[in-house]
Nanobody, 113 residues
Framework: VQLQASGGGLVHTGESLRLSCAIS????????MAWYRQSPGKEREEVAR???????VYADSVKGRFTISSDNAKNTVYLQMNSLKPADAGIYYC??????WGWGQGTQVTVSS
């Protein structure tokens, strides 16, 4: 399975980004998927998850600002990030929730204050 994350960039506090993660080799619709973030000096953490039935769960730090979604026809998972803060900066990865595939290169998000 290959994961291709994209959409990161440099934004100012309060701005938005939409991350995409294209999956090849398996089906988004068959897996619980998640977005993870690794900030400098910190462990990789889960920020949002989505189950095949459509239910979602968010980390407290992003609740109300981030939205995870998917397009099964495109086999792609998205993360809409609004009202970005400097604390949201890091490398963002997507992967399935359990028995994760290889991580891919992720996409860098930088938020300036």
């Amino acid at each position: 399975v290959q994961l291709q994350a994209s959409g990161g960039g440099l934004v100012h506090t309060g701005e938005s980004l939409r991350l995409s993660c294209a999956i090849s080799g398996d089906f988004v619709s068959a897996n619980s998927m998640a977005w993870y973030r690794q900030s400098p000096g910190k462990e990789r953490e889960e920020v949002a998850r989505m189950h095949p039935i459509g239910s979602t769960v968010y980390a407290d730090s992003v609740k109300g600002r981030f939205t995870i979604s998917s397009d099964n026809a495109k086999n792609t998972v998205y993360l809409q990030m609004n009202s970005l803060k400097p604390a949201d900066a890091g490398i963002y990865y997507c992967n399935r929730l359990m028995s994760q595939w290889g991580w891919g290169q992720g996409t860098q998000v930088t938020v300036s204050s």
